[in-house]
């Protein structure tokens, strides 16, 4: 028994992991976007329709059978994409637009301890020490990182207001993926959350006017975030959160902030502080200590049957 649950727990945690550092691409790959003159809706908009295509077709190739799902109940997954998952999205993004990055970053990444929290509260989830103190441990991280950017200028309100409830809807999002997802392949997720923010995204874009990338290279970042921290991190997405829940989920996605941090030094040319080495070093050892520890747990002894039946008697 033990076996198998490392079994499971394991390449979804291999796949958080994964799946996370893709997502650390996509404020780089914003900016880009940004500049050429898309709007929070229109990138995100083209990034899921074209994911789409590519998800459906990944799905055909598998055989597997969307309609068949949707008729067994994978719409939930599409209503939910589209409610809280385009929520938590568009108010992470647009903060970007007028917030520093460094400000709404740190914001977000408070999800962790939300989901902890809300793990507790709605599903009486038990709170291990050693899961909170590793959260901790991530949140220092990510305010030695974050903390130069603190230090500029003044706060921008709208900006403020985007990011705040961020990682309040994102928490809810994680807590109920883990539990509708673990009833359908993880194409079937993915599909169905990138398919309802679509809609969503899509009814905004005929609202607000939909902007069209004007270079073949911004074309070329558009597909790459469709495909890239799009359709193969969502599907990476939709594997891990109902192996691992939503907490430990949560906690391993901190990978993201790391790969933040490596694209501004190697790509940007930011200076490596030792406030910024320290904070990654405390993210890595965070995400380590509690990926070992869950480990450990699997490998304890349980307890003989005989002796399980003399307690219960």
């Given at each position: 028994m ?5 079994a499971?727990?394991?390449p979804?945690a291999?796949a958080?992991l994964?799946g996370?550092?893709?997502?650390g691409l996509?404020?780089l ?12 809706p229109?990138?995100?908009f083209w ?8 998800l459906?077709a ?6 597997i059978?969307?309609r068949?799902?949707?008729r ?15 929520a938590?999205t568009?108010?992470?993004?647009e ?6 990055t460094?400000i709404?970053v740190?914001?977000?990444?408070t999800?962790?301890a939300?989901t902890?929290?809300l ?8 709170i291990r020490?050693l899961?909170v103190a590793?959260i901790?441990v991530?949140?220092?991280?990510a305010?030695?990182?974050t ?5 500029g200028?003044?706060i921008d309100l709208?900006?403020?207001?985007w990011?705040?409830?961020?990682p ?7 807590a109920?993926?883990?539990r509708?997802l673990?009833?359908y392949p ?12 679509a809609v969503?995204f ?5 609202l607000?006017g939909?902007?069209?990338p004007?270079t ?16 193969l991190?969502m ?5 891990s959160v109902p192996r691992l829940?939503?907490?430990?989920f ?7 902030l ?43 002894p349980?307890s003989p049957p005989v ?7």
């Open positions: 033990i076996q198998v649950e490392s499971r727990v394991w979804a291999l958080a994964s996370s550092a893709l997502v996509m404020p790959m914003a900016r880009v976007l940004y500049d050429d003159g898309l709007s929070a229109s990138m995100l990034r899921y329709a074209i994911a789409l295509v590519a459906a990944a799905a055909r190739a598998m055989r059978g969307l068949a799902a949707w067994g109940g994978a719409w939930r997954i599409l209503l939910l994409g589209a409610t809280l998952g385009a938590q568009l108010c992470f993004w903060s970007l637009k007028t917030l520093e460094s709404a740190l914001l977000f990444y999800y962790p939300v902890l929290v793990d507790r509260v709605l599903f009486a989830q038990p020490p899961a590793c901790l991530i949140l220092l991280g305010g030695l990182i903390a130069p950017g603190l230090e200028g003044t709208r900006g403020l207001l990011a705040i409830p961020s309040l809807v994102y928490a809810f999002y994680l109920i993926n883990s509708l673990r009833h993880p194409l079937v997720g993915a599909t169905g959350l990138f398919g309802g923010m969503t899509g009814v905004m874009v005929l607000l939909l902007e069209m004007t073949p290279a911004t074309w070329a970042v558009l597909v790459f975030i469709a495909l890239g921290p799009g359709a991190t599907s990476l997405f939709a594997f829940g939503a907490s430990s949560a906690i391993l996605a901190n990978a993201e790391v790969t933040v941090v490596l694209i501004g030094i190697l790509l940007l040319g930011e200076a490596v502080t030792p406030g910024r080495a320290i904070g990654a070093l405390l993210i890595v050892a965070g995400i380590l200590t509690y990926g070992l520890s869950r480990r450990a747990v699997e490998r304890a349980s002796a399980q039946s003399a307690g219960a008697a």
